[in-house]
């Protein structure tokens, strides 16, 4: 594996597929349309379908990009400089969307940030799907691709524009806020 340009050490012989795909996608991939053609069969149609609910519904603003090794909507340094604060070189991710082995996972930290969003978004849930919502603090996973409410997913991406995210971000962050130092 070492001549293929994969991070492999003397310890390492056999990485999983987890760390191959995500190595792969963050250093090889720069567009969302190379990152679905890349995709397993599949897939390519329901991260295609997210990815255009998204696009039609996010406010204007924020940029659709590659980031962190998935498609990715963010804040662009030109709405907000001062960027993520643990890397400032990196915009601020508001949404980002990818596929593992085991699932289709749609990311948005203002799940994780809004108490008010989160609430919204399971009610919601349940009036759009009877299918049991599979989340961690801000990750939605989708096992099965035909489970996917897609509508639901559209009117989640349209909740925050780009100035309330940074105002959400710079509240949580409070004195850390890149802006106030």
């Not at 897939?43 to 997210?50: E, P």
């Not at 643990?86 to 949404?95: A, E, I, N, R, V």
């Not at 925050?160 to 850390?176: H, V």
Request: glycine share 8%; charged share 25%; with cysteine.
């Amino acid at each position: 594996m070492a001549g293929r340009g994969l991070p492999v050490d003397a310890d390492t012989v056999i990485l999983p597929a987890r760390i191959i795909h995500s190595y792969i996608m963050e250093s090889k991939l720069t567009t969302p349309e190379e990152y679905i053609a890349n995709l397993p069969d599949d897939r390519k149609k329901a991260v295609s379908d997210i990815r255009k609910a998204i696009n039609k519904n996010i406010p204007k603003g924020f940029k659709e990009c590659i980031a962190y090794g998935m498609i990715g909507w963010v804040v662009p340094h030109s709405l907000f400089p001062a960027g993520y604060h643990c890397d400032p070189t990196k915009p601020l991710m508001l949404m980002s969307l990818g596929s593992t082995k085991g699932h289709i996972s749609l990311h948005h930290l203002g799940l994780y940030s809004s108490e008010h969003l989160l609430e919204w978004f399971h009610t919601a849930w349940t009036k759009a799907t009877p299918k049991k919502l599979d989340m961690g603090k801000g990750c939605v996973r989708f096992k099965k691709p035909e489970d996917i409410p897609i509508a639901l997913i559209g009117e989640l991406a349209s909740k925050l524009t780009p100035q309330q995210w940074i105002e959400a971000y710079e509240k949580a962050l409070g004195s850390r806020s890149p802006r106030k130092t």
